[in-house]
Each structure stands twice: as structure tokens, then as C-alpha cells.
């Protein structure tokens, strides 16, 4: 099993940075891919971005390229996602998401470990 802890949620005002943290512990050698999904409240989860174990080539979805930048540590299992220029339809609880396969997805069902999620409020 994989345990995914988020950290790094609050509240800031529009145009303001958050980073989010997603430590994981276990058996860290199946987190092979890991990614970064949001909620909205009445939304459906929605996927942000994705980074691979050699951290090459991450993707984002369009509405945070060039805002958001996902990195990973490999020695310590961490994966973050640095958020800057936040605007107030970024607010959402982001979850962390890990899979053992290679591959990047952007498919919230090709995931194997989730988070608890955590609250990012961008205020106008």
C-alpha cells in the first residue's frame, strides 16, 4: 500500500502563490507517476498535472499552464505543485494521486492512491 499526505492548502487573495506538498510513504516504488487533481464544490474532480519518476515532461491541463509547476524529490517521495498567479477558479480541494505505471495520465480512474485531500480558497 501507498499512504499520499497532502499539505500546503489555505486561503489567499487572487494573484497570490500557494505550494502544495504530497509526502508519500509505503511502497513508494509503486508512485512511478503521481499527479495533482482538483474538486470544485458541485464539480466533478478535474485533472491538473502530472509528473514521472525522471520528472521529464510533466503535463498540465490548460487553464494553469503557465501558473502552475509540478516538481518531485525522489529521495524524500515528495511531490509538489507550486501555484502562482492564483485566480478564484482555482479554488478547489486538490488531491494527490499516484499510479504504478509509467505512463502519465490525466484520467483520474487510472490511479491507484489518493490523498486526503486539501483546501486551496483563491478570494477576488
Known amino acids: 500500500q501507498v499512504q499520499l499526505v497532502e499539505s500546503g492548502g489555505g486561503l489567499v487573495q487572487a494573484g497570490g502563490s500557494l505550494r502544495l506538498s504530497c509526502a508519500a510513504s509505503?511502497?513508494?516504488?509503486?508512485?512511478?507517476?503521481m499527479g495533482w487533481f482538483r474538486q470544485a464544490l458541485g464539480k466533478e474532480r478535474e485533472f491538473v498535472a502530472v509528473?514521472?519518476?525522471?520528472?521529464?515532461?510533466?503535463l498540465y491541463v490548460d487553464s494553469v499552464k503557465g501558473r502552475f509547476i509540478i516538481s518531485r524529490d525522489i529521495g524524500t517521495n515528495t511531490v509538489y505543485l507550486q501555484m502562482n498567479n492564483l485566480k478564484p477558479e482555482d479554488t478547489a480541494v486538490y488531491y494527490c494521486?499516484?499510479?504504478?505505471?509509467?505512463?502519465?495520465?490525466?484520467?483520474?480512474?487510472?490511479?491507484?492512491?489518493w490523498g486526503q485531500g486539501t483546501q486551496v480558497t483563491v478570494s477576488a
Open positions: 494521486a499516484a499510479r504504478e505505471s509509467p505512463w502519465p495520465s490525466s484520467n483520474s480512474n487510472a490511479y491507484d492512491y
Open positions: 509505503g511502497r513508494t516504488f509503486s508512485t512511478n507517476t
Open positions: 509528473i514521472h519518476r525522471g520528472g521529464g515532461s510533466p
